[in-house]
């Protein structure tokens, strides 16, 4: 153990120093930085993401109902053709599945609709009115022959032939609900396409989500996290990359400074320096390197296991992020892509993520283009490029890299 004012000394001690405030610094920007879709950062970006997508961000009213009017049709129709090929193989197969594939004729809606199609069918009777049940308005009988009624009998016996027909089919028979059926919009639009939020009721750029959390539209929307008290986001993933990294060094750093002291809590030198203390008639002393007394018993033990433990959870979560960023990914975006990886291989196809251009862009995208090292140190820069992966500098933001572009590209940036 060194001794205090020794070299050795200083620099664990200006290390330890180092960690915490990177560990500080990142945890308060990730925390205090706001990824909300009101904020003037954000529309800045957003312009300059539509510049570069081609997309005519609506100014106006107008030109907002008429937007979200395009996304709405646009979906519906990618939507109908998504399940166009399902329905083809639902009707050859003649396969119903009782919770997802109900016949029509079983909805409420739908029976009042066929009631009131069925009643149209019928001589107009004007001196008897019938409810919805059948019933006579006037006397409360429901007759055999009534238009209603007729009709509401022919759809609980077609009813009763389709459950008949289910509880003779066998599972293996059954059509699974596919997830196609249930994809989210955003699964249905291109890399760079625009949607709509209906909750924001602003434009939705490529890679964003609405978070129910904070209640905000956010751009490549990892997660929200609970320790930060924040959503993780465009404008402060970095932040929370850089807090993983500096945690997991410092329990490294913690676990490697108490292995030694705790591996040898119960020791023979453990031992040893309670005897060379008591013929030197002190009740405890610092005799030998990286040794407990007993007062430090509790203290070596709880930093050893602190450290091993969420050294150990911080490393897990550190490499999965690390993996999302060299492969251009989000954590939402790396559940879509093992859906649709498991699609591809199925039709043996190779699924290829539309966000990833290699490992050095992957890691510009986040970090920028200065030297890995020093992006890792304290910084409050605003990311270089684009929320969505576009090659060449294209992709790079015209408010942070004006000397990248060439004069007559920086107009279409103007906001």
Sequence with gaps: ??????????????????????????????????NDDKSHKYNIVVRELAAATGYDYPESGADLKRSKHEYEEKLMDRRQKKLAPQSNVFTSNHAVDSRTFLPSTLTAASMLTAAEEGSANFPDNSHNSFDVAGRNKNSGECPSHSPISSRLSQ?????????????????????????????????????????????????????????????????NMDHYCPWMFNTVGYFNYRYFCNFLFYVFVATAYGTIMSFKPFYGIDGEDYRNQIKMSRAQHVSAKHLIPYVAIPSERLTVCMSFMLCVSIGCAVATLLGFHIYLILTGHTTIEFHASLYKRRIAKRRGMKYMHPYDLGLQRNWEQVYGTQNPVLALLPSTREPEFLPVAIPGDKGYRWSSNKHRLKPEDTAIFTV
């Excluded at 004012?5 to 308060?28: D, E, K, P, R």
């Design 1 to 34: 153990m060194e001794e205090p004012g020794s070299i050795l000394y200083i620099i664990h001690i200006a290390f330890a120093m180092f960690l915490l405030c990177n560990v500080s610094f990142n945890y308060a920007l990730c925390v205090c930085t706001t």
């Design 155 to 219: 759809i609980v016996d077609e009813s009763r032939s389709t459950t008949a027909a289910l509880n003779n089919t066998p599972n293996s028979a059954v059509s699974k609900p596919s997830p196609g059926q249930t994809a989210h919009a955003w699964t249905l639009l291109g890399s760079e396409e625009w949607g709509f939020c209906s909750r924001t009721n602003k434009p939705k750029p490529p890679r964003s989500h609405f978070d129910s959390v904070t209640g905000t539209l956010v751009m």
